[in-house]
């Protein structure tokens, strides 16, 4: 510690920080299908508790957490979100700069921000390293000591990117058991394929999170240029259209706009194989519906082995996205939310 940094009780820093996370979770905990909440508290249990991933979960202990969890949370649905405290000073918890400022001594590392349909997401973890790539300054945390049921693996604000190690880690190995439920010969088996589960589950999840690493440092990069090149117009029409389809598609837009600029040229590299995989296995929802164009491009890789459909179809989408988001920032400057009907029809109208 630094003769100028304030005292951290971790503790105390811990309890506050996940406090803000169970409030966070007792609003938008629901949001999840069945499927997807049921897998995830699991694994959130499986955290708390601090099990290892192969450790086998007793479903009468799952279950009474589970309900005790949920008893927890109705209990917060009215309550606000707490100041972070470190040593004398009160941090609102949405600051990241300045709290990150305070805690960079104690190898501690922190994020609030907001995601997707308006959720807030706080962490604290241990800071694992910190650098700069280009002009990104990029904190990777490893071990983590509150966090929220979403747990991001990565997020971005302004020219700061967190990186979790623990949760991609773990949003992978539920990614591993929901594909063991059926073992279907898809996008996933191939990702999972390019890894030796067989041998060494353990040696291959931990060689597939630094891989992913990479790809969600890019995909970060790709969501702030994507950011940069939209302007505060994209997000004031995001924040006026909390929790709708319309959200989701234009989510989905920027997405594949951000993927296009950094994430995919960088995974049709050779070496890269097992990641583009895995990109695929996670196109889902409303990004699929949208670039069904890309996913022909993918059977012809499989096919022929050869990217050249692929890197065809990027090209399409480096300048399809920018003009897509562009017509929809035309609307609702001229029309403001008159213009929601028309912007959905134009984005259901032009997928790619």
Avoid at 197 to 219: I, K, N, Q, R, W
Avoid at 285 to 308: D, F, N
């Amino acid at each position: 510690m630094t003769a100028n940094a304030p005292a951290c009780a971790l503790p105390e820093l811990q309890a506050s920080v996940q406090q803000n996370c169970h409030i966070a979770d007792a609003l938008h905990a629901g949001n999840y299908t069945l499927c997807v909440y049921l897998l995830k508290m699991r694994e959130f249990y499986r955290w708390e508790r601090g099990l290892p991933f192969q450790h086998p979960l007793a479903n009468d202990s799952v279950g009474e957490w589970l309900r005790e969890r949920e008893s927890l949370w109705a209990s917060l649905e009215s309550a606000d979100f707490g100041p972070v405290r470190i040593g004398e000073t009160e941090f609102d918890p949405f600051d990241s700069v300045g709290i990150n400022a305070a805690l960079d001594a104690h190898g501690l590392t922190y994020s609030g921000g907001i995601g997707a349909a308006g959720k807030p997401h706080f962490f604290l973890g241990r800071l694992h390293r910190q650098h700069r790539h280009h002009d990104y300054t990029v904190y990777i945390a490893d071990r983590e000591y509150a966090r929220d049921l979403g747990a991001p693996p990565a997020m971005a604000q302004g020219r700061t990117i967190w990186l979790r190690r623990e949760s991609l880690k773990r949003f992978l190995w539920e990614k591993l058991e929901e594909w063991r439920w059926t073992r279907a010969d898809n996008a996933m088996a191939r990702a999972i394929a390019g890894y030796d589960f067989p041998a060494d589950v353990e040696g291959a999840l931990e060689a597939m999170t630094e891989a992913e690493l990479d790809s969600a440092l890019l995909h970060e990069i790709g969501e702030v240029e994507a950011g940069r090149r939209l302007g505060p117009d994209w997000e004031a029409l995001l924040a006026d259209l909390p929790r709708s389809r319309l959200e989701l598609l234009l989510r989905a837009v920027r997405d594949h706009l951000a993927d296009s600029l950094t994430t995919l040229p960088a995974l049709l590299a050779p070496e890269r194989s097992a990641s583009l995989h895995f990109w695929f296995a996670n196109l889902n929802g409303l990004r699929k519906t949208l670039w069904p164009g890309i996913e022909t491009a993918y059977r012809a890789w499989l096919e022929s082995e050869k990217t050249h459909a692929l890197a065809a179809a990027l090209e399409a989408g480096q300048r399809h996205w920018p003009a897509l988001a562009d017509e929809a920032l035309r609307l609702y400057r001229e029309q403001g939310l008159e213009a929601r009907e028309a912007i959905t029809r134009l984005l259901e109208a032009n997928p790619l």
